[in-house]
């Protein structure tokens, strides 16, 4: 079942048509952008948000960075596997990923490193957060808090719909 952060925060009611950038220190390839892009596609299909990409990053509401190690927020990265990536509860919207990760963005994953992880799955699960949901019991859910090297999910189960529609 779904979860929410304590206290339950979420983006409020003017706040329906979310913009993004990517950090400017990490020019980001049309690939990787158009990851990010797919990711964010799937949350708008079942919410009342629109998610536009824009190239103000100090003005987006939603801001994504791909960090080394400390990055200046208290919760450093800690270099190959272990944590892959961080969002923090709405309306903060940062979205930082571990720029130490093998990080697969398209292509065969049987193939890819033992280490590899698929960006996109890391990515919806992070933007549940920033949505505002907690982690879930239910293992297909996007929110179960299992991910493992060369996996892929990224389709949300009805327990992530029935928990983003609660809030939204
Ligand atoms: N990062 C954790 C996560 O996103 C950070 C975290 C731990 C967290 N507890 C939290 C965030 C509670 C919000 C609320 O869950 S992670 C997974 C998963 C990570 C973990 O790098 O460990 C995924 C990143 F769910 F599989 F464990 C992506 Cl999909
Ligand atoms: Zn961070
Ligand atoms: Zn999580």
Redesign the pocket.
């Known amino acids: 079942h779904y979860s929410f952060?304590p206290g339950r925060p979420i983006w409020p009611a003017n706040r329906r048509d979310l913009t993004y950038a990517f950090a400017p220190e990490n020019p980001l390839s049309d690939e990787v952008k158009g990851v990010f892009a797919r990711a964010f596609a799937r949350w708008a299909a079942v919410t009342p948000f629109t998610f536009s990409a824009i190239d103000s990053f100090r003005t987006a509401d939603i801001r994504i960075g791909f960090y080394a190690g400390d990055h200046g927020d208290g919760e450093p990265f800690d270099g190959v596997m272990?944590?892959?990536?961080?969002?923090f509860?709405p309306p903060s919207g940062h979205f930082h990923l571990?720029g130490d990760e093998s990080w697969v963005v398209s292509g065969d994953l049987r193939s890819a490193p033992v280490t590899a992880i698929d960006l996109e799955?890391?990515a919806v699960?992070?933007i549940g957060?920033l949505l505002g949901l907690?982690?879930s019991s239910v293992e297909e859910s996007?929110?179960?808090?299992?991910?493992t090297s060369r996996m892929r999910k990224v389709d949300l189960a009805s327990d992530d719909v029935l928990g983003i529609q609660e809030l939204y």
Do not use: K
């Open positions: 952060f272990g944590t892959l990536a961080h969002a509860s571990d799955s890391v699960h992070e957060h907690g982690h996007i929110m179960f808090p299992t991910i």
